[in-house]
């Protein structure tokens, strides 16, 4: 199952819903008529969570408001590759990687790599 951040993350993205492997039939059939009509759909039981923690206000987790693409790169350059790598991964120029690692450093009120690299390990970005 995905955790409540990636959910939120892949919502966020433009996913039409969420329905857990444990649902039932009838709940991916009332999640597909949704989506079909254009509508978002997330289970009763998520969407009471979701509720919740919106409620208590902001979570402090700065990773939380980085775009797919600066979350992706994030746990790229805290698991130690290198820019030149990752840009070759995702096909984009070692500048735009550049770019996105200071805007993460930036939003997570980092110096460095190595500030980096703590952060995602107390955080669980690192898988």
Do not use: F, Q, W
Not at 18 to 35: F, G, Q, W
Not at 38 to 50: C, N, P, R, T
Not at 77 to 87: D, M, R, V, Y
Request: net charge positive; proline share 2%.
């Amino acid at each position: 199952m995905l955790a409540d951040a990636e959910i939120v993350r892949a919502l966020r993205a433009g996913a039409a819903g969420y329905v857990s492997k444990e649902s039932a039939s009838e709940e991916l059939t009332v999640a597909i008529r949704k989506a079909v009509s254009g509508k978002k759909y997330v289970s009763a039981s998520l969407a009471e969570k979701l509720a919740g923690e919106l409620g208590e206000g902001p979570r402090g987790l700065a990773h939380e408001s980085l775009s797919d693409r600066e979350y992706r790169v994030m746990g790229m350059l805290a698991s130690g590759k290198a820019i030149t790598h990752i840009a070759k991964e995702l096909a984009l120029s070692p500048n735009t990687v550049s770019t996105y690692r200071n805007r993460i450093l930036k939003k997570l009120k980092l110096e460095n790599n190595a500030d980096l690299v703590r952060y995602a390990a107390k955080h669980g970005v690192l898988k």
